[in-house]
């Protein structure tokens, strides 16, 4: 078992700060993300977990001891790294094997380690392979066979499966999923893509310039954002972020184009609204109308861009809407659906229950 936590970390190359005061905590057993753009500090963070860099600031726990002084090995943290390394003169079985032999384990414990995890990730037919001869996805899956046999206290996976067609992505994140569920063993990884955060996480941390801007359920941060940053950094299409004047009884944004009936929220400038309660409907001739610029038919919905005055809008409408290119349209939403960010990009307690 695993839980693993950092008190105020922060580790600087240089002037660069690649974790800026992090403070976190990954329950046992728990399958936690980290999620941010390119050079957020995800890395960084797991090769602090790992020992392969050391703090300058902060402590590390692992199930509640500092281990700012213990080594690597001593951690008993297995990684997959971003660029997976299997040894090309091996075998994918001797791959496998490779780090039980290391530590000197019986022969009858290594077969029978080697099997086990070769059936959860389904390679049991490809082990005589050497690695030249795999597929990019079973090359990958050698590898995490490779971490899972040293059973390990954790499990840390940097972006493995970014090398893989989509298709096969989406399956593999499933079975990842099931393995870390049945080998009951805390798991943290790391990935730039929302839509994997958001489909295998139990919790997520959402990374901005070495700063963890949220922590939550994947459901959490994306219904409550605690800013601009978080919420346009998930879902597709992004979420509707404009500013916002107080008018009568409520707000007006999109040059009047869309109206919510609302109290005075204090210090709300903008507006944020997902596309998938962005409501459009023909022009009724009342109010500012919005102009559809762009239809996207998607299949089971279809994403609809609108323009009002100097704004741009997404909406997702279910099935297949009768809206053209250059029509007049209604918008209006469900007040309860509105966020209200202040000046600064944070959100703004929420208004409940408001009539429309
Ligand atoms: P990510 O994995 O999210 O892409 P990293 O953790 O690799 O981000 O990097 C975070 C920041 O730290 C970046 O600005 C990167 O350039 C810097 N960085 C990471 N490792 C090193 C290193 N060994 N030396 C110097 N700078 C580094
Ligand atoms: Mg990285």
Redo the contacts with the bound molecule.
């Keep these: 078992m695993a839980e693993i936590a950092f008190y105020n970390v922060t580790k600087r ?2 002037d ?1 700060v ?1 974790v800026d005061n992090a403070s976190f905590t990954v329950a046992d057993n728990e399958f936690f993300c980290f999620f ?10 797991l090769r602090l977990i790992l020992g392969l860099e050391k703090p300058d600031v902060g402590e590390i726990l692992i199930d509640g001891k500092v281990v700012n002084a213990v080594s690597p090995a001593q951690r008993n943290i297995a990684m997959v790294f971003q660029n997976l390394a299997l040894f090309p003169h091996m075998s994918a079985a001797d791959n496998i094997r490779f780090p039980l032999i290391e530590r000197n384990e019986a022969s009858a414990i290594i077969e029978a380690r080697l099997k086990d995890a070769a059936e959860k990730l389904h390679i049991v037919h490809i082990l005589h392979k050497m690695p030249g001869q795999l597929s990019g996805g079973e090359r990958q899956r050698v590898a995490i066979a490779r971490a899972l046999v040293r059973d390990p206290a954790a499990y840390l996976m ?1 972006d493995p499966i970014s090398a893989l067609d989509a298709r096969l992505r989406e399956e593999t994140r499933v079975e990842l999923k099931r393995i870390q569920r049945e080998a009951g063993r805390t798991l943290i990884y ?1 990935t730039h893509d929302q839509e994997e955060a958001m489909s295998v996480a139990d919790r997520m941390a959402i ?1 901005e310039h ?1 700063v963890i801007r949220q922590v939550g359920t994947p459901v959490e941060i994306y219904d409550n954002p605690a800013t601009t940053y978080v919420a346009r950094f998930l879902g597709s299409p992004t979420m509707n972020i404009l500013p916002v004047q107080r008018v009568g009884e409520g707000y007006e944004a999109a040059s009047g184009a869309l109206r919510i009936q609302s109290q005075t929220v204090a210090g709300a400038t903008e507006l944020g609204l997902r596309p998938e309660d962005l409501r459009v409907q023909p022009f009724a001739g009342k109010g500012s109308p919005a102009t559809v610029a762009e239809v996207e038919p998607l299949g089971g919905y279809t994403v609809v861009t609108l323009t009002a005055g100097d704004v741009s809008l997404h909406a997702m409408v279910r099935g297949q809407p009768d809206l053209r290119v250059g029509v007049q349209v209604t918008l209006s939403c469900d007040p309860a659906k509105v966020i209200y960010f202040g000046a600064s990009g944070t959100t703004l307690p929420r208004m409940r229950g408001v009539a429309q």
């Excluded at 941010?36 to 963070?45: A, E, F, R, V």
Aim: charged share 10%.
């Design positions: 190359y240089g660069t690649a941010g753009p390119p050079l957020s500090g995800k890395s960084t963070i940097d790391v990374l070495g």
